[in-house]
Protein backbone atom coordinates (compact mmCIF):
# COMPACT_ATOMS: atom_id res chain seq x y z
CA UNK A 1 0.00 0.00 0.00
CA UNK A 2 1.02 3.43 -0.57
CA UNK A 3 2.75 5.73 2.07
CA UNK A 4 0.18 8.21 1.40
CA UNK A 5 -2.98 5.75 2.32
CA UNK A 6 -0.77 4.21 5.35
CA UNK A 7 -0.56 7.58 6.54
CA UNK A 8 -4.09 8.49 5.97
CA UNK A 9 -5.25 5.55 7.51
CA UNK A 10 -3.15 5.98 11.00
CA UNK A 11 -3.83 9.60 11.07
CA UNK A 12 -8.01 8.58 10.50
CA UNK A 13 -7.44 5.95 12.85
CA UNK A 14 -6.54 8.59 15.72
CA UNK A 15 -8.98 11.03 14.50
CA UNK A 16 -11.39 8.31 15.06
CA UNK A 17 -10.51 7.85 18.87
CA UNK A 18 -10.38 11.42 19.34
CA UNK A 19 -13.84 12.25 18.07
CA UNK A 20 -15.20 9.38 19.87
CA UNK A 21 -13.59 10.61 23.42
CA UNK A 22 -15.51 14.19 22.54
CA UNK A 23 -18.71 12.83 21.43
CA UNK A 24 -18.40 10.55 24.96
CA UNK A 25 -16.64 12.91 27.61
CA UNK A 26 -16.58 16.74 26.09
CA UNK A 27 -20.21 17.36 24.29
CA UNK A 28 -21.85 16.94 27.47
CA UNK A 29 -20.43 19.94 29.08
CA UNK A 30 -21.08 23.28 28.82
CA UNK A 31 -17.35 24.67 27.79
CA UNK A 32 -18.42 25.42 24.25
CA UNK A 33 -15.47 28.21 23.61
CA UNK A 34 -13.00 25.23 24.73
CA UNK A 35 -14.49 22.92 23.16
CA UNK A 36 -14.59 24.41 19.71
CA UNK A 37 -10.81 25.52 20.52
CA UNK A 38 -10.25 21.64 21.38
CA UNK A 39 -12.02 20.33 18.63
CA UNK A 40 -10.41 22.10 16.09
CA UNK A 41 -7.24 21.94 17.50
CA UNK A 42 -7.22 18.05 17.95
CA UNK A 43 -8.34 17.32 14.79
CA UNK A 44 -5.19 18.92 13.48
CA UNK A 45 -3.05 17.08 16.03
CA UNK A 46 -3.78 13.93 14.80
CA UNK A 47 -2.57 14.69 11.65
CA UNK A 48 0.95 14.89 13.31
CA UNK A 49 0.88 12.34 15.32
CA UNK A 50 1.38 9.23 12.88
CA UNK A 51 4.85 11.50 12.39
CA UNK A 52 5.75 11.01 16.05
CA UNK A 53 7.04 7.57 17.43
CA UNK A 54 7.12 6.99 20.89
CA UNK A 55 9.53 3.83 20.32
CA UNK A 56 12.11 2.97 17.92
CA UNK A 57 10.59 0.08 15.10
CA UNK A 58 14.26 -1.95 15.36
CA UNK A 59 14.87 -4.97 13.41
CA UNK A 60 16.89 -8.21 14.83
CA UNK A 61 18.08 -10.57 12.87
CA UNK A 62 20.50 -13.52 13.09
CA UNK A 63 21.00 -13.00 9.67
CA UNK A 64 22.16 -10.38 7.05
CA UNK A 65 19.98 -7.93 6.40
CA UNK A 66 17.67 -8.27 3.30
CA UNK A 67 18.42 -5.65 0.85
CA UNK A 68 15.86 -3.09 0.52
CA UNK A 69 15.63 -3.09 -3.33
CA UNK A 70 15.24 -6.16 -5.09
CA UNK A 71 16.92 -6.42 -8.67
CA UNK A 72 14.21 -7.01 -11.66
CA UNK A 73 15.13 -8.78 -14.82
CA UNK A 74 12.67 -7.79 -17.63
CA UNK A 75 12.16 -8.92 -20.90
CA UNK A 76 9.60 -7.97 -23.28
CA UNK A 77 7.77 -10.23 -25.72
CA UNK A 78 6.19 -13.04 -23.14
CA UNK A 79 2.97 -12.33 -21.27
CA UNK A 80 3.04 -12.84 -17.57
CA UNK A 81 0.61 -12.73 -14.64
CA UNK A 82 -0.06 -9.05 -14.15
CA UNK A 83 -1.46 -8.27 -10.32
CA UNK A 84 -4.72 -6.91 -9.83
CA UNK A 85 -3.98 -3.12 -9.30
CA UNK A 86 -6.23 -2.71 -6.22
CA UNK A 87 -3.78 -0.05 -4.47
CA UNK A 88 -4.04 2.27 -7.93
CA UNK A 89 -8.00 1.25 -7.74
CA UNK A 90 -7.89 2.00 -3.89
CA UNK A 91 -6.25 5.95 -4.00
CA UNK A 92 -8.32 6.49 -7.04
CA UNK A 93 -11.58 5.73 -5.28
CA UNK A 94 -10.07 7.93 -2.17
CA UNK A 95 -8.95 10.92 -4.34
CA UNK A 96 -12.91 10.27 -6.08
CA UNK A 97 -14.61 10.82 -2.86
CA UNK A 98 -12.30 13.74 -1.59
CA UNK A 99 -13.65 15.26 -4.96
CA UNK A 100 -16.82 14.49 -4.59
CA UNK A 101 -17.02 16.31 -1.59
CA UNK A 102 -15.14 19.37 -2.52
CA UNK A 103 -17.41 19.74 -5.65
CA UNK A 104 -20.93 19.03 -3.58
CA UNK A 105 -19.22 22.01 -1.13
CA UNK A 106 -18.50 24.04 -3.97
CA UNK A 107 -21.96 23.70 -5.29
CA UNK A 108 -23.66 25.01 -1.72
CA UNK A 109 -20.96 28.06 -1.77
CA UNK A 110 -21.94 28.94 -5.21
CA UNK A 111 -25.98 29.01 -4.27
CA UNK A 112 -24.91 30.87 -0.83
CA UNK A 113 -23.78 33.28 -2.99
CA UNK A 114 -25.90 33.84 -5.86
CA UNK A 115 -28.80 34.06 -2.85
CA UNK A 116 -26.56 37.17 -1.30
CA UNK A 117 -25.93 38.95 -4.48
CA UNK A 118 -29.65 39.31 -4.90
CA UNK A 119 -30.71 40.83 -1.67
CA UNK A 120 -30.93 44.06 -0.39
CA UNK A 121 -27.22 45.05 1.45
CA UNK A 122 -27.47 47.38 4.08
CA UNK A 123 -24.77 47.63 7.39
CA UNK A 124 -26.09 47.11 10.75
CA UNK A 125 -24.32 46.65 14.04
CA UNK A 126 -20.69 46.25 12.11
CA UNK A 127 -21.61 43.36 9.33
CA UNK A 128 -23.06 43.00 6.37
CA UNK A 129 -26.90 42.48 6.26
CA UNK A 130 -28.98 40.89 3.36
CA UNK A 131 -32.24 41.73 3.31
CA UNK A 132 -34.76 39.26 1.24
CA UNK A 133 -38.17 39.94 0.19
CA UNK A 134 -38.85 36.02 0.72
CA UNK A 135 -39.28 34.01 3.75
CA UNK A 136 -36.34 32.37 4.20
CA UNK A 137 -34.37 30.57 6.94
CA UNK A 138 -31.59 32.98 8.19
CA UNK A 139 -28.03 32.14 8.26
CA UNK A 140 -24.32 33.55 8.86
CA UNK A 141 -21.45 33.62 6.72
CA UNK A 142 -18.18 35.69 7.60
CA UNK A 143 -19.34 38.81 8.69
CA UNK A 144 -22.49 38.73 5.79
CA UNK A 145 -26.25 37.68 7.63
CA UNK A 146 -28.90 36.67 5.59
CA UNK A 147 -32.56 37.42 6.53
CA UNK A 148 -35.95 37.46 5.49
CA UNK A 149 -37.66 41.07 5.66
CA UNK A 150 -40.68 39.75 7.87
CA UNK A 151 -37.95 37.80 10.31
CA UNK A 152 -35.67 41.20 10.46
CA UNK A 153 -39.20 43.31 11.50
CA UNK A 154 -41.31 40.84 14.12
CA UNK A 155 -38.19 38.64 15.50
CA UNK A 156 -34.92 40.62 16.35
CA UNK A 157 -33.77 37.51 18.48
CA UNK A 158 -33.25 36.05 15.11
CA UNK A 159 -30.91 38.74 13.96
CA UNK A 160 -29.14 38.56 17.36
CA UNK A 161 -28.67 35.07 17.11
CA UNK A 162 -26.73 35.35 13.72
CA UNK A 163 -25.02 38.09 14.55
CA UNK A 164 -23.07 36.19 17.16
CA UNK A 165 -22.54 33.73 14.89
CA UNK A 166 -20.15 36.76 13.07
CA UNK A 167 -19.12 37.85 16.70
CA UNK A 168 -17.75 34.36 17.38
CA UNK A 169 -16.43 34.06 13.67
CA UNK A 170 -17.74 30.37 13.39
CA UNK A 171 -17.59 30.64 9.99
CA UNK A 172 -13.70 30.51 10.03
CA UNK A 173 -14.27 26.73 12.34
CA UNK A 174 -15.57 25.50 9.14
CA UNK A 175 -13.29 26.60 6.88
CA UNK A 176 -10.41 24.82 9.61
CA UNK A 177 -12.56 21.98 9.50
CA UNK A 178 -13.14 21.52 5.99
CA UNK A 179 -9.30 20.00 4.82
CA UNK A 180 -9.67 17.31 7.57
CA UNK A 181 -13.52 16.12 5.68
CA UNK A 182 -11.60 16.48 2.73
CA UNK A 183 -9.04 14.32 3.62
CA UNK A 184 -11.07 12.01 5.91
CA UNK A 185 -14.19 12.36 3.95
CA UNK A 186 -14.69 7.99 4.36
CA UNK A 187 -14.74 8.31 8.07
CA UNK A 188 -18.09 8.71 9.25
CA UNK A 189 -17.06 9.82 12.93
CA UNK A 190 -15.34 12.91 11.09
CA UNK A 191 -19.13 14.13 9.42
CA UNK A 192 -20.72 13.29 12.87
CA UNK A 193 -18.03 15.30 14.75
CA UNK A 194 -18.57 18.64 11.75
CA UNK A 195 -22.48 18.10 13.12
CA UNK A 196 -21.41 18.60 16.65
CA UNK A 197 -19.32 21.27 15.90
CA UNK A 198 -22.50 23.42 14.27
CA UNK A 199 -24.13 22.26 17.37
CA UNK A 200 -21.90 24.05 19.10
CA UNK A 201 -22.17 26.85 17.31
CA UNK A 202 -25.53 27.25 17.67
CA UNK A 203 -24.90 26.53 22.15
CA UNK A 204 -22.84 29.41 21.76
CA UNK A 205 -25.45 31.71 19.88
CA UNK A 206 -28.13 30.93 21.89
CA UNK A 207 -26.33 31.89 25.05
CA UNK A 208 -25.07 35.17 23.90
CA UNK A 209 -28.74 35.98 22.99
CA UNK A 210 -29.78 35.04 26.41
CA UNK A 211 -26.77 36.58 27.75
CA UNK A 212 -28.06 40.44 25.30
CA UNK A 213 -31.28 40.33 28.12
CA UNK A 214 -33.66 38.52 25.39
CA UNK A 215 -36.44 36.00 27.50
CA UNK A 216 -35.11 32.72 27.72
CA UNK A 217 -38.63 31.16 27.18
CA UNK A 218 -39.58 33.32 24.56
CA UNK A 219 -36.61 32.28 22.65
CA UNK A 220 -37.50 28.94 23.10
CA UNK A 221 -40.96 29.11 21.86
CA UNK A 222 -39.31 31.36 18.59
CA UNK A 223 -37.01 28.15 17.86
CA UNK A 224 -40.00 26.58 17.96
CA UNK A 225 -41.68 28.16 15.65
CA UNK A 226 -39.25 28.31 13.49
CA UNK A 227 -38.55 24.43 13.65
CA UNK A 228 -39.88 23.31 10.36
CA UNK A 229 -37.91 25.54 7.33
CA UNK A 230 -35.81 25.31 4.36
CA UNK A 231 -33.08 23.16 3.93
CA UNK A 232 -29.95 24.98 5.00
CA UNK A 233 -26.56 25.52 2.90
CA UNK A 234 -24.59 23.09 4.30
CA UNK A 235 -21.60 26.29 4.83
CA UNK A 236 -23.43 28.18 6.86
CA UNK A 237 -24.46 28.72 10.07
CA UNK A 238 -28.21 29.24 10.76
CA UNK A 239 -30.77 29.97 13.38
CA UNK A 240 -32.46 26.89 12.88
CA UNK A 241 -29.90 24.58 11.91
CA UNK A 242 -28.96 22.33 14.88
CA UNK A 243 -31.50 19.95 16.73
CA UNK A 244 -34.37 21.84 18.46
CA UNK A 245 -34.39 19.87 21.86
CA UNK A 246 -30.77 19.78 22.09
CA UNK A 247 -30.14 23.33 21.94
CA UNK A 248 -33.41 23.77 24.04
CA UNK A 249 -31.90 21.05 26.62
CA UNK A 250 -28.23 23.07 26.81
CA UNK A 251 -30.32 26.50 27.61
CA UNK A 252 -31.80 24.57 30.67
CA UNK A 253 -28.68 23.14 31.69
CA UNK A 254 -26.66 24.27 34.75
CA UNK A 255 -23.11 25.82 33.60
CA UNK A 256 -20.62 22.51 34.15
CA UNK A 257 -18.17 23.06 36.72
CA UNK A 258 -14.84 24.39 36.26
CA UNK A 259 -13.15 21.08 36.98
CA UNK A 260 -14.84 18.84 34.21
CA UNK A 261 -12.19 20.48 32.20
CA UNK A 262 -9.69 18.51 33.43
CA UNK A 263 -11.21 15.45 32.90
CA UNK A 264 -10.28 16.25 29.38
CA UNK A 265 -6.54 15.47 30.53
CA UNK A 266 -7.57 11.89 30.14
CA UNK A 267 -7.45 11.89 26.00
CA UNK A 268 -3.92 12.44 26.69
CA UNK A 269 -2.69 8.83 27.78
CA UNK A 270 -5.27 7.46 25.59
CA UNK A 271 -3.81 8.59 22.33
CA UNK A 272 -0.31 7.89 24.38
CA UNK A 273 -1.62 3.90 24.16
CA UNK A 274 -2.77 4.51 21.03
CA UNK A 275 0.57 5.75 19.91
CA UNK A 276 2.78 3.21 21.54
CA UNK A 277 0.63 0.18 20.22
CA UNK A 278 0.97 1.82 16.37
CA UNK A 279 4.99 1.93 16.50
CA UNK A 280 5.46 -1.45 18.46
CA UNK A 281 8.97 -2.50 17.85
CA UNK A 282 9.37 -5.51 15.20
CA UNK A 283 12.11 -7.27 17.64
CA UNK A 284 13.29 -10.67 16.24
CA UNK A 285 11.78 -9.95 13.04
CA UNK A 286 13.13 -12.73 10.95
CA UNK A 287 14.14 -11.80 6.97
CA UNK A 288 11.82 -13.48 4.63
CA UNK A 289 14.35 -16.17 3.43
CA UNK A 290 16.14 -18.92 5.99
CA UNK A 291 19.46 -18.36 6.28
CA UNK A 292 22.23 -20.34 8.71
CA UNK A 293 24.30 -17.62 9.04
CA UNK A 294 26.17 -18.18 12.34
CA UNK A 295 28.55 -15.89 14.22
CA UNK A 296 31.38 -18.13 15.07
CA UNK A 297 34.38 -16.42 17.27
CA UNK A 298 37.57 -17.98 16.89
CA UNK A 299 39.65 -18.61 19.88
CA UNK A 300 41.43 -15.97 18.75
CA UNK A 301 39.10 -13.72 18.71
CA UNK A 302 38.59 -13.20 15.28
CA UNK A 303 35.62 -14.66 13.02
CA UNK A 304 35.75 -17.00 10.76
CA UNK A 305 35.84 -16.10 6.77
CA UNK A 306 33.32 -18.49 5.68
CA UNK A 307 30.57 -17.05 7.92
CA UNK A 308 30.81 -13.12 8.50
CA UNK A 309 29.31 -10.66 10.68
CA UNK A 310 26.20 -10.27 9.73
CA UNK A 311 25.03 -7.20 7.77
CA UNK A 312 22.60 -5.38 9.80
CA UNK A 313 25.13 -5.73 12.89
CA UNK A 314 28.39 -4.49 11.43
CA UNK A 315 29.24 -1.12 12.52
CA UNK A 316 30.81 0.01 8.54
CA UNK A 317 29.05 -1.58 5.96
CA UNK A 318 30.83 -2.71 2.98
CA UNK A 319 30.91 -0.49 -0.29
CA UNK A 320 30.30 -1.03 -3.74
CA UNK A 321 31.35 1.49 -6.22
CA UNK A 322 31.82 3.92 -3.12
CA UNK A 323 27.69 3.21 -2.12
CA UNK A 324 25.60 0.80 -0.78
CA UNK A 325 23.78 -2.48 -1.53
CA UNK A 326 21.65 0.07 -3.91
CA UNK A 327 24.66 0.52 -5.90
CA UNK A 328 25.21 -3.10 -6.44
CA UNK A 329 21.36 -3.91 -7.22
CA UNK A 330 22.25 -1.49 -9.99
CA UNK A 331 25.53 -3.54 -11.80
CA UNK A 332 23.43 -6.81 -11.13
CA UNK A 333 20.61 -5.68 -13.44
CA UNK A 334 23.46 -4.32 -15.59
CA UNK A 335 24.72 -7.93 -15.61
CA UNK A 336 21.51 -10.15 -15.50
CA UNK A 337 20.53 -12.02 -19.22
CA UNK A 338 17.21 -13.74 -19.15
CA UNK A 339 17.56 -17.26 -20.09
CA UNK A 340 15.81 -17.69 -23.22
CA UNK A 341 14.72 -21.13 -22.59
CA UNK A 342 13.37 -19.49 -19.16
CA UNK A 343 11.65 -16.61 -21.65
CA UNK A 344 10.14 -19.10 -24.18
CA UNK A 345 8.70 -21.15 -20.60
CA UNK A 346 7.16 -17.84 -19.26
CA UNK A 347 9.19 -18.62 -15.82
CA UNK A 348 9.91 -16.00 -13.82
CA UNK A 349 10.29 -15.78 -10.08
CA UNK A 350 12.78 -14.73 -7.11
CA UNK A 351 16.12 -16.10 -5.97
CA UNK A 352 17.11 -14.95 -2.77
CA UNK A 353 21.29 -16.08 -2.75
CA UNK A 354 23.52 -15.33 0.09
CA UNK A 355 27.76 -14.26 -0.43
CA UNK A 356 30.13 -12.79 1.96
CA UNK A 357 32.30 -9.96 1.14
CA UNK A 358 35.82 -11.22 2.41
CA UNK A 359 38.86 -8.49 4.01
CA UNK A 360 39.90 -8.31 0.74
CA UNK A 361 36.99 -6.88 -0.78
CA UNK A 362 36.26 -10.25 -2.81
CA UNK A 363 32.95 -11.78 -3.13
CA UNK A 364 32.70 -15.45 -2.06
CA UNK A 365 30.87 -18.66 -0.65
CA UNK A 366 27.78 -17.26 -3.03
CA UNK A 367 24.78 -19.70 -2.15
CA UNK A 368 21.27 -19.78 -3.30
CA UNK A 369 18.95 -19.61 0.16
CA UNK A 370 16.03 -20.26 -2.08
CA UNK A 371 16.05 -20.42 -5.38
CA UNK A 372 12.81 -19.95 -7.96
CA UNK A 373 14.37 -21.82 -11.15
CA UNK A 374 17.35 -24.24 -12.28
CA UNK A 375 17.70 -21.77 -14.80
CA UNK A 376 16.98 -18.46 -13.11
CA UNK A 377 18.96 -19.63 -10.29
CA UNK A 378 22.14 -20.38 -12.36
CA UNK A 379 22.06 -16.88 -13.93
CA UNK A 380 21.47 -15.06 -10.82
CA UNK A 381 24.76 -17.16 -8.96
CA UNK A 382 26.76 -16.41 -11.77
CA UNK A 383 26.47 -12.80 -11.65
CA UNK A 384 27.10 -12.50 -8.39
CA UNK A 385 29.93 -14.89 -8.24
CA UNK A 386 30.94 -12.18 -10.85
CA UNK A 387 31.15 -9.05 -8.94
CA UNK A 388 33.96 -6.85 -8.85
CA UNK A 389 35.92 -6.16 -5.55
CA UNK A 390 34.17 -4.27 -2.89
CA UNK A 391 35.56 -1.50 -0.21
CA UNK A 392 35.32 -3.98 2.84
CA UNK A 393 33.19 -4.02 6.26
CA UNK A 394 34.74 -2.38 9.22
CA UNK A 395 34.21 -4.00 12.65
CA UNK A 396 35.77 -1.54 15.36
CA UNK A 397 38.45 0.05 12.61
CA UNK A 398 39.25 -3.52 11.23
CA UNK A 399 38.51 -5.11 8.14
CA UNK A 400 36.11 -8.07 8.38
CA UNK A 401 34.25 -10.32 6.16
CA UNK A 402 30.49 -9.43 5.73
CA UNK A 403 27.87 -11.75 5.38
CA UNK A 404 24.77 -10.40 3.01
CA UNK A 405 21.60 -11.69 1.87
CA UNK A 406 20.52 -10.38 -1.94
CA UNK A 407 16.92 -10.62 -3.15
CA UNK A 408 16.91 -11.17 -7.52
CA UNK A 409 13.80 -10.65 -9.27
CA UNK A 410 13.23 -12.18 -12.57
CA UNK A 411 9.84 -10.69 -14.26
CA UNK A 412 8.64 -11.00 -17.65
CA UNK A 413 6.68 -8.05 -19.35
Not at 65 to 73: G, R
Not at 188 to 206: F, G, K, S
Amino acid sequence: MSPFLIYIARAGLYLSLFYAFYLMVMRRTTFFRLNRTLLLSGSYLCLLLPFIRLRSVRVASTAAELTMVAVSAESEGVAAPVAFPWHEILLGVYITGALVTLTLYGISAWKMGRLIRKGEKTNCEGCRLIILEEDISSFSWGQTIVMGRKDLLENPAIFTHEWMHVQCRHSLDLLFLLPIQLLFWWNPLVWITREELRLLHEYEADEGVIQKGIDAKSYQLLLVRKAVGDERFSMASGFQHAKLSSRITMMLKPSSSAWKSWSYLALIPVLAVLMYACNAPKENLEPDEPSATVITIKKSGGITEQEGVPYSLIECAPKFNGGDTQEFSKWVNSQLKYPEQAKQNGIQGRVTLQFTVGVDGMVRNVSVLRGAHELLDTEAFRVISSSPRWEPGKQQGEAVPVTIIFPVIFKLR
